[in-house]
């Protein structure tokens, strides 16, 4: 049995990489953390650093600045055969990578693992998480995207593994990255705070969703997510989302403001230890998910609360 | 520029699927189905670039039993020109999903093929990046914005923390998210010229392609229920709580 793991990094190695490794971990044998990119050594003494990991490789070429799944794929697709699994986080860049990675081995592939039974047989959400499967693979090379709210991440460990230095494959001439646009926020990233404050359309605006939502996050070092139906009616910006469609998030404590509790949007936020909602509606599905609920107009109960911390 | 689009008979998304009792699937017998939504959104966005006059036919396949014809004449009544179904009784993976759409690709040889993200039965998001690399050809994943210049097409994406573009040679597979497009109204009229657009039934097993999985379902359950939670009174309580649960700045 041994794991390549895809690390996902961007100035830092992501926690979804550091929940990836756990699960990998779960998995028994070696653990090979692949660092695609370049100039990206800092990030494979990163990874060297993690407990679990056996060994690190890099792979550094100018065509691994942005991650392309185009260039990214060729070359893990040339290092899997000498593994038993292939695992990456089951984020944007992992969703987009593994499927064209498990295409080009020919092997069908098991996304989105929420729990490791053991070594070909996982659990995975169904249905926007209102059923769950447990599947298994036969495949020789099995293909794994690992849902980072199922796992904690891992930690450092006393000694650094070694890193070694792999061949590349260069670019494959099929795309072209052009731009990117990357909120630069001084709060926790939402898919790995610890505490997330959302609202839903009954803020009514973008001011009042500001003006109720941040000093709340402020007061409790906390990510602001937001629902569809926020996000549609421009109150908050898309990568904001939590749900199905959107992020997937299970923090320690999960504030929800305004929010009516959707089947698509409870996908993405059930899995939270605590879960507290506010709401004018007493009929609210939310409450249904709720540990806590307080039915109150959130103009009036949610200052007096920031106010209050 | 010929448009191919991908999509799935699903069980309509107000639909709560349940287990069934022996927990062999997902008990979806009597349930309301619908056309993927992501997958409408494609073929919004098919019809929107055949409009502007980028695309010239838009065509959509499905893989399905002889009912997946109802997602077809639906996507036909939204605008596009003719349809294709792949027909089987069997449930296919993603890989051999996206090998059926090979086989579909080699005979139209479109341009552009647009794909929903995701389907919402099995929500795996596999099938469009498969199908780019069986092709060897680019892919854009949950794609916001598309523009087609010069022979070639910029895509916005959604990722993690913001947007992404990217640029592909043609042809490209994209797969569609929420935010491309809000797909139109259908109006009775256009449902009536739907039946009359042509609709084309392959047998699956014409196509002579492997469609055996190594990936198999043991199990399928509904995760355990919260406990009950607590009905609070007054602001002051849920300050309490916070107080005691949360470190605050």
Known sequence: ?????????????????????????????????LVIGHNASAIAQQAANIQGVTRVLIAD????????????????????VNYSHVVAPASSFGKNLL???????????????????????????????????????????????????????????????????VATKGDQGLSRFVSENIQQSERPELGTAQVI?????????????????????????????????????????????????????????????GVSGAAQHIAGMKESRLIIAINQDPDAQIFQWADYGLVA????????????L | MKVLVGIKRVVDHNVRVRAKADGSGADIASAKMSINPFDEHAVEEAVRLKEAGIATEVVVVTTGAANAQDVLRHALALG???????????????????????????????????????????????VGQMLAALLNIGQATFASTIKVVDGKVEV??????????????????????????????????????????????????????????????????????RAAGKKLN?????????RAQVKVN
């Not at chain 1, 794929?73 to 290092?79: N, V």
């Not at chain 2, 349809?83 to 479109?110: C, F, M, Q």
């Open chain 1, 297 to 308: 107009d959130l103009f009036d109960a949610v200052p007096k609360i920031s106010a209050a």
């Open chain 2, 80 to 126: 596009a020109d003719r349809a294709i179904l792949v027909e089987t009784a069997d449930h296919l993976n993603s890989l051999a999903a996206a090998k059926v759409l090979r086989e579909i690709v080699k005979r139209e040889a479109p341009q552009l093929i647009l794909i929903g993200k995701q389907a919402i039965d099995d929500d795996a998001a596999e």
């Open chain 1, 197 to 257: 404050v959302t609202g839903g359309r009954s803020l009514g605006s973008a001011e009042r969703f500001e003006e109720l939502m941040a000093p709340l996050a402020t007061k409790l070092n906390a990510a602001i997510g937001a629902t569809r139906a926020a996000v549609d009616a421009g109150y908050a910006p898309n990568e904001w989302q939590v749900g199905q469609t959107g992020t997937v998030v299970a923090p320690d404590i999960y504030i929800a403001i």
């Open chain 1, 99 to 165: 499927p064209r990675v498990a295409a080009l081995l020919d092997v069908d592939m098991v996304s989105e693992v929420t729990k490791i039974i053991d070594a070909s047989t996982f659990v995975r959400p169904l249905y926007a998480g209102n059923l769950n499967a447990t599947v298994q693979t036969a495949e020789t090379i099995k293909l794994l995207t690992i849902r980072p709210t199922g796992f904690e991440a891992a930690k450092d460990a006393s000694q650094a593994a070694p890193v070694e230095t």
């Open chain 2, 156 to 225: 916005t994406r959604e990722i993690d923390g913001g947007q992404e573009t990217i640029a592909l040679a043609l042809p490209a597979v994209i797969t569609a998210d929420l935010r491309l497009n809000d797909p139109r109204y259908i109006k009775l009229p256009n449902l009536m010229m739907a039946k009359k657009k042509p609709l084309d039934t392959l047998a699956l097993a014409d196509l002579g392609i492997d469609t055996a999985s190594k990936v198999t379902t043991l199990n399928v359950a509904e995760p355990p229920a």
């Open chain 1, 61 to 80: 070429d100018v065509a691994y600045v942005k991650p392309l799944a185009e260039n990214f794929a060729p070359l893990i697709q040339g290092l899997a």
């Open chain 1, 1 to 33: 049995m041994s794991v390549l793991l895809i690390a996902e990094f961007d100035q830092q190695l992501k926690a979804a990489t550091r929940s990836a490794i756990t699960a990998a971990t779960l998995l028994g044998g070696n653990i090979d953390v």
């Open chain 2, 234 to 242: 007054t602001i002051e309580e849920l300050i309490e709580v916070l």
